[in-house]
């Protein structure tokens, strides 16, 4: 397994769980100084980021990047792929291509978390979920295209309403055969919507591919009340070898989150 840490460069999104705010040069020199393995990033839009520079700054701290969120696509522009209207709907899906291109160039994988968006009056969860399945299917090839998997998260019931648990999501990808997608399983969406969080680890295993390390409370592990023991043993019963990544607000400050989450690691997993 790898460790990654978040870092936003939306400032739309603040309050929000990111550990590093605004200045990628800062940050990835911070990452690097905490034992990091990778950055995961979350920009306003693809052009937002220099890949040229982006490269510098990742040679220079030994760094690689562990994801590309696309979720300043509804927090900044209001774009959702189940969005009734197709116009918004085909903007969502222009500006998550983008990202993928993105982070293509960067040998990573994008995220579709929030943009999924959820179903209302005006649309029925079936017809919300088919026109989620068509886009999947889509932005899945493009990510194909550059030897890359497409991360799907399942939120929990506050922010979404179409699959909230594990099991739900790896059985909604297999039926729409949506090979190319991967599961991000956050765990405290997890903490909100699973009984037992090892347990659901263990029954969508081929799908995992990608963690949020997040503790119940969202700040970072250790700080709340997950207990870590069961879901390292589930963790390394599965064979994860993917990304820990710490999405968590970054309480008291940066550098704390940073370093308690390294810590964490560190008790939980020795040498990532």
Known sequence: MKSAVT?????????????????????????AQHGFD???IFPPDAAAVSV?????????????????????GWVKHKLRLTDPD?????????????IIDLAGQL?????????????????????ALDWLATELAWLSELAHDHGRTLLYEPLNRYESNLLNRAAD???????????????????FHMNIEEADIAAALRAVAPQVGHIHLA??????????HTDMAPLVVALREIDYNGYLSAEVFPWPDSNVAAAQTMVSIRRWFGSV
């Not at 309050?15 to 990452?31: E, H, N, R």
């Not at 490269?55 to 979720?71: E, M, P, Q, S, W």
């Not at 503790?215 to 709340?224: F, I, K, L, P, V």
């Open 7 to 31: 870092i936003s460069l939306v400032p739309e999104a603040k309050p929000g769980p990111f550990v590093y705010w605004g200045d990628l040069d800062l940050a990835c020199a911070s990452a």
């Open 38 to 40: 990778a950055v995961e």
């Open 52 to 72: 040229d520079r982006l490269r510098t700054l990742l040679d220079r701290h030994g760094l690689a990047v562990a994801a590309v969120g696309t979720g300043a």
């Open 86 to 98: 197709q116009n918004t709907r085909q903007k969502a899906r222009e500006f998550i291509a983008r």
């Open 107 to 127: 040998n990573a994988p994008a995220i579709i978390g929030s943009m999924q968006g959820r179903f209302a009056d005006d649309v029925s969860r079936e017809q």
């Open 169 to 187: 999501a790896a059985a909604y990808l297999d039926q729409r055969g949506l090979t190319n997608v991967k599961l991000l399983c956050d765990l």
């Open 215 to 224: 503790d119940s409370n969202r700040q970072a592990m250790g700080m709340g």
